[in-house]
Structures are given as C-alpha cells and as structure tokens.
C-alpha cells in the first residue's frame, strides 16, 4: 500500500461489520477483510480507526478459534498507535495475521487460512486499484500486476472442500478470478 500512495482513505474506508457471520466460510473472508481494512488504516494513519476495526478481528477470530492470538497483539497494536510507530504497527499486523493463519492451519482448517488470506488479497486490490485510478497512475497500476497470485487464488479455491466451493460469495469469486 505504501507504494500506492496517496490512498483516498476516506473515499475508500469501509464500514465495519457489526454482526459477524454465521458461516465459517464468510467469517475467514471477512477476518481476511478486516486486516487489509486495518492495513488500509495504518498506511494512512488513522489510528483512531484501528479501535473498532480491532474490536471486530478480536470477535471473529474468537469465533474461528484464534482469539487468543488476536487478543495477544491487541495490546502491542495500541500501544504502536498510541506513539503513531506506524512500522511498528504494521509489523504487529503482519505478526497478527501470520498467527492466525498458523492457528487454522495447527486446527487442520486450511481452507479457512486460505480464505482469510483470500478475502485480505481482494480488499487490498481493491484499494489498490482505486489508488492507481484516481488520477491514473501507470507506475501504481503496474505494482498489481500479479497474475500468480490470481493463479493461486484460482487454483486454492478449486481444492477447497465442496461446501465451500458452493457457497454463493465462493462461486462468484472464482467466477471472477481468473
């Protein structure tokens, strides 16, 4: 995102979901979503962002079983913010999302990992492109320009479990991905 900059943060600053949902296949794409959104918040640094955006990856994490991990970071997040140690709190994001995508993985939920690194891969794209857009910017637009990502992306999705292959937001990424 640093590359990307100037981020339209406010033009681009997405509400934070209130409920958290009920299947695990969208609580993995939304927990994905809300770290690209707290990501989306540092690089612009809008710390008094981060409260709710960590109050939101606490609860989803806590239900997918990885909120002890979440909760851990909180702490040291806060205390980055509070002194605007903006590298610091990158870091701890970094930290944060690696520990809950390991945490999948040691409770044998791949796919969930998959799906949390999925959802955070299509928010930040989706800045991304909105950054590169706004005026046009062909040295922006270069930097996402990943097509083995896309790759991958479509390949992971094809070898999920079947149920969620057939979920409705599922299927229509993997409609779109490629």
């Known amino acids: 995102l640093r ?16 409920e958290t949902p009920q299947s695990r296949t969208r609580l993995a794409l939304s927990l994905g979503f809300l770290l690209a959104e707290a990501f989306f918040a540092v690089e612009a640094e809008q710390f008094l962002d981060l409260e709710p955006i960590g109050r939101a990856l606490l609860k989803h994490g806590t239900v997918l079983g990885a909120g002890t991990k979440i ?17 610091g709190l990158k870091e701890e994001l970094m930290r944060t999302q690696k ?61 999920m479990e079947q149920r969620i292959q057939e979920d409705e937001v599922v299927t229509r990424i993997a409609t779109e991905l490629p």
């Not at 909760?71 to 590298?87: I, P, Q, V, Y």
């Not at 989706?126 to 896309?150: F, H, M, T």
């Open 3 to 18: 590359t990307l900059r100037p981020l339209p943060y406010e033009e681009l600053q997405r509400a934070i979901p209130e």
């Open 71 to 87: 909760s851990r970071h909180t702490k040291s997040m806060l205390e980055h913010g509070a002194l605007s140690d903006w590298d």
């Open 99 to 159: 520990d809950i995508e390991k945490e999948m993985v040691l409770i044998r939920d791949v796919d969930a990992a998959n799906l949390i690194s999925l959802g955070g891969w299509l928010r930040a794209v989706e800045i991304g492109v909105a950054s590169s857009l706004n005026p046009y910017d062909p040295a922006k637009a270069s930097v996402l320009q990943r097509p083995e990502v896309v790759e991958y992306f479509s390949i992971t999705l094809n070898t």
